[in-house]
Nanobody
């Protein structure tokens, strides 16, 4: 069982930055693929970024095309935490952002077993 708690959301102007954090419970955190999804009002939940487990010192990552070059996902297994650094934010990034944990690196909502409660990110123009 894994519990996820997101933090770091808020209101920011376009072009600004935010860093989201997701704190996870459980001793097997390092074995999970971790991801961020987001959901805007009236829209389906969509993939943002994912990070897998390590092979040596290498983490495998994947990003949605809409955030490549602006967002960076990272994890600290010692702290059981995954981060999403969001730079050059745009109004269309406004959404509730959710942290998720699953057995593999995936961009698909259904592949993730555990979900946080979400944190609101609002980008003003």
């Amino acid at each position: 069982q894994v519990q996820l708690v997101e933090s770091g959301g808020g209101l920011v102007q376009a072009g600004g930055s935010l860093r989201l954090s997701c704190a996870a419970s459980g001793r097997t955190f390092s074995r999970y693929g971790m991801a961020w999804f987001r959901q805007a009002p009236g829209k389906e939940r969509e993939f943002v970024a994912a990070i897998g487990w390590t092979r040596g010192t290498t983490y495998f990552t994947d990003y949605a095309d809409s955030v490549k070059g602006r967002f960076t996902i990272s994890r600290d297994n010692a702290k059981n935490t995954v981060y999403l650094q969001m730079n050059r934010l745009k109004p269309e990034d406004t959404a509730v952002y959710y942290c998720a944990a699953g057995p593999q690196l995936s961009t698909v909502v259904a592949d993730y077993v555990y979900w946080g409660q979400g944190t609101q990110v609002t980008v003003s123009s």
